[in-house]
């Protein structure tokens, strides 16, 4: 290729390509396929006409991974977007390497090495973009097909981990609304998994500014893609904002505040005497109350006791004994060439490196995830500044009921037997599975525990004997633990139709 040609096709180029990146970030989709098909961006020549089916896999790719579309049954089965993205990364290896061999052949101008740098930058970053959306497909698919308890903290490790490689590796003009969009996408899943991880652990103040944090992203995400005027082109893009994985962070929102209205019950009555009716308007506008839940279940069921539980005990134990997960056997899967580098210049600075950092242990780049001790938070208190003095939880005071009906707190007769049972049953109850049943001969009284998140018990007493299965118990006992478990939640991950 002459360097004169290809200096006068580099603003056109330019004008194509930032344009084409733009509906990318803007979720338009048709728009930027219309353009990289284009004869106009045909007309570029070598080396643009290149990059054209690279970057017509990545808009399929963006489509498939903002719809969940990937994470129907037969995508699944034939692991099809890890297929499609594996293949871009290899053309983007090849286009890099392509780009580095016509960068010694055209080197006698500065302004055309410019060029060329420019857009080997281009492609370097976008292959970034598609080796981390990979790992987010990967970590969606893992919580679309989980039927446990989901390791929280470490899903937020990885996130974390994902977050710092877009901050530290993507620079290049055309590709900073689409890093501002991936941003707020992993800032606002990193929030929910924290705040997950610190309801369940009873931290309070913690708990409020992650739920806070995490709304925060969502809001500036979703000002960030409706502040513009669109044109009749843009039309695809409404299915993105109003399903798929945008829709699907709002109601994992929700799913959070949802829990924290049972989890705080208490903190927020007491806050409701003290500010006026805050209580009640932020319940209300929750799209499930599991207080109303259990109040039902307790009048209309005849049992003595529904209750939910917290294992401050075990909570503190696994507290101040946590570590970080290593990372150290994991690396991201995909692997990016080299692009080329300025000839005899300075070496750039680490944030404008050429080379992206992989492979790379997952622990250089956790930082501190160490959670705060349990100490922070008691029952019906809220937050409690870590120097109070409290009395040590031991024996049944390790057991905190947060929440109980019809009685405000559990038959005191009862509670060593129960204790018990919660006890000698931690095993099967963190399978997850069934509800544990035991029903007293002495005392004919009947008992269910569900396990519903990792501290978290939910209990039923009757003072008569009921079956093990209890059609009411357990038909209760199920909506309320896959609810709890965030089962239902990730179910909507994984689209039923095809």
């Known amino acids: 290729m002459q360097e004169e040609a290809f200096k006068e096709a580099v603003p056109r180029a330019r004008l194509l390509f930032k344009e084409a990146y733009e509906c990318f970030s803007l979720y338009s989709f048709r728009a930027a396929t219309n353009i990289l098909k284009s004869a106009e961006m045909q007309s570029l020549g070598y080396p643009w006409s290149q990059y054209i089916e690279p970057l017509l896999r990545f808009v399929t790719c963006e489509q498939l991974y903002y719809k969940l579309t990937y994470l129907r049954p037969r995508y699944v089965k034939d692991d099809y977007l890890n297929k499609l993205y594996l293949k871009v990364v290899s053309d983007l290896n090849r286009l890099i390497r392509e780009q580095r061999k016509l960068t010694h052949e055209l080197s006698s101008r500065e302004e055309v090495q410019r060029g060329l740098l420019f857009f080997s930058r281009l492609l370097y970053e976008t292959g970034i973009v598609v080796a981390l959306r990979e790992e987010m497909a990967t970590l969606y698919k893992t919580l679309a097909l989980s039927r446990g308890g989901p390791t929280y903290r470490k899903q937020s490790v990885i996130v974390n981990a994902i977050r710092k490689q877009i901050q530290i590796g993507i620079t290049h003009p055309f590709?900073?609304?689409?890093?501002?969009?991936?941003?707020?996408?992993?800032?606002?899943?990193?929030?929910?998994?924290?705040?997950?991880?610190?309801?369940?652990?009873?931290?309070?103040?913690?708990?409020?500014?992650?739920?806070?944090q995490a709304k925060s992203h969502l809001k500036k995400w979703r000002s960030a893609v409706t502040s513009f005027n669109y044109s009749e082109r843009d039309a695809d893009r409404l299915p993105i904002l109003s399903?798929?994985?945008y829709k699907w962070l709002f109601s994992f929102h929700s799913a959070m505040l949802s829990k924290f209205s049972l989890y705080f019950r208490q903190v927020l009555v007491r806050e409701e005497k003290m500010t006026e009716r805050l209580a009640s308007s932020f319940v209300s506008k929750l799209e499930l109350s599991y207080n109303r839940m259990?109040?039902?279940?307790?009048?209309?069921?005849?049992?003595?006791n529904v209750a939910l539980f917290f294992s401050a005990g075990a909570a503190a134990s696994e507290s101040n004994?946590?570590?970080?997960?290593?990372?150290?056997?994991?690396?991201?899967?995909?692997?990016?060439?080299?692009?080329?580098?300025?000839?005899?210049?300075?070496?750039?600075?680490?944030?404008?490196?050429?080379?992206?950092?992989?492979?790379?242990?997952?622990?250089?780049?956790?930082?501190?995830?160490?959670h705060s001790p349990i100490s922070t938070t008691e029952p019906g208190q809220g937050y409690v500044f870590p120097d109070t003095n409290r009395e040590e939880l031991r024996g049944l005071k390790s057991w905190p009921a947060l929440i109980s009906y019809p009685e405000p707190t559990p038959p005191l007769e009862h509670?060593?037997?129960?204790?018990?049972?919660?006890?000698d049953n931690e095993a099967h109850l963190s399978l997850y599975r069934e509800p544990?049943?035991?029903?007293d001969p002495r005392s004919k009284a009947t008992y269910f525990v569900s396990k519903v998140d990792e501290f978290m018990y939910l209990t039923i007493i009757y003072d008569s004997q009921k079956p093990a299965?209890?059609?009411?118990?357990?038909?209760?006992?199920?909506?309320?633990?896959?609810?709890?478990?965030?089962?239902?939640?990730?179910?909507?991950?994984?689209?039923?139709?095809e």
């Not at 610190?198 to 992650?210: A, N, W």
């Not at 300075?346 to 492979?359: E, I, K």
């Not at 622990?363 to 995830?369: E, F, I, K, V």
């Not at 544990?436 to 029903?439: C, D, G, R």
Request: one cysteine or more; charged letters at 20%; hydrophobic letters at 30%.
């Open 175 to 212: 590709l900073h609304a689409c890093q501002g969009n991936f941003m707020a996408e992993l800032s606002s899943i990193h929030s929910l998994f924290q705040a997950q991880e610190e309801m369940q652990r009873y931290q309070y103040m913690e708990s409020v500014t992650s739920l806070y």
């Open 243 to 245: 399903e798929g994985l």
């Open 294 to 304: 259990m109040q039902s279940f307790g009048t209309k069921s005849g049992c003595r």
């Open 321 to 370: 004994l946590h570590r970080s997960p290593s990372m150290d056997s994991t690396k991201f899967s995909l692997q990016l060439a080299v692009p080329p580098t300025p000839p005899q210049t300075p070496s750039p600075s680490p944030r404008t490196s050429g080379r992206l950092p992989f492979p790379r242990t997952k622990r250089d780049m956790l930082g501190d995830t160490s």
């Open 415 to 423: 509670m060593p037997s129960l204790v018990s049972l919660l006890i």
């Open 436 to 439: 544990v049943y035991f029903s």
């Open 469 to 497: 299965n209890d059609r009411e118990s357990q038909g209760f006992l199920y909506i309320m633990s896959t609810h709890l478990r965030n089962w239902k939640l990730f179910e909507k991950l994984n689209p039923k139709r």
